[in-house]
T-cell receptor
């Protein structure tokens, strides 16, 4: 089944404790992206990747890191989480390199930073 | 960078009525404008998209129009049904901060559509 998976789905952590949210797609897509969703603010892009080893900042990259060492995986790293990073996070992938086609979203990861 | 404004933030209609959601964007070089629907507790899903070389696109009860001169695009849903109730997001593709590549996708703030039976 073609899909985007994220792990964990739910996470409660404390300020400053490094964490990684994994994202994997099995559709051989070129483009992958991370978004955070907050009430009243919609979806905001954190980072995107147009290809392996190619990543770029979205609208809200501060406090996050990403890497794209393999085509299928695009982990999101919070090196020192803070309470303002409490949010619902979505990973997405799309076939083309520029993200200008259907983005398939993962199920979401709800993160709480205490 | 790209800025996308979406209105209204909430929209309530009676079943069978039409619903219109509007978005404006700032980057005149943006060339791709998708619309996503997110049902409660679910992930966003693409419902329709339009590219800058097209002025209008229709898919059954859903249509999108694009006015490049005015830099705005709209989602039109006709004959609304209760299952259309969801949050709708518009988005526009844009350049990265340095203007060296296009891959950034900026979303609007979302519209909560409620269709009353």
């Amino acid at each position: 089944e073609a899909q985007v998976t994220q792990n964990p789905r739910y996470l409660i952590t404390v300020t400053g404790k490094k964490l990684t949210v994994t994202c994997s797609q099995n559709m051989n897509h070129e483009y992958m992206s991370w978004y955070r969703q907050d009430p009243g603010l919609g979806l905001r892009q954190i980072y995107y990747s147009m290809n392996v080893e190619v990543t770029d900042k979205g609208d809200v990259p501060e406090g996050y890191k990403v890497s794209r060492k393999e085509k299928r995986n695009f982990p999101l790293i919070l090196e020192s989480p803070s309470p303002n990073q409490t949010s619902l996070y979505f990973c997405a992938s799309s076939q083309g390199t520029r993200g200008t086609d259907t983005q398939y979203f993962g199920p979401g990861t709800r993160l709480t930073v205490l | 960078g790209e800025n996308v404004e979406q209105h209204p933030s909430t929209l309530s209609v009676q079943e069978g009525d039409s619903a219109v959601i509007k978005c404006t964007y700032s980057d005149s070089a943006s060339n791709y404008f998708p619309w996503y629907k997110q049902e409660l507790g679910k992930r966003p899903q693409l419902i329709i998209d339009i590219r800058s070389n097209v002025g209008e696109k229709k898919d059954q009860r859903i249509a999108v129009t694009l006015n490049k001169t005015a830099k705005h695009f709209s989602l039109h849903i006709t004959e609304t049904q209760p299952e259309d109730s969801a949050v709708y997001f518009c988005a526009a593709s844009g350049a990265n901060a340095g203007g060296t590549s296009y891959g950034k996708l900026t979303f609007g703030q979302g519209t909560i559509l409620t269709v009353h039976p």
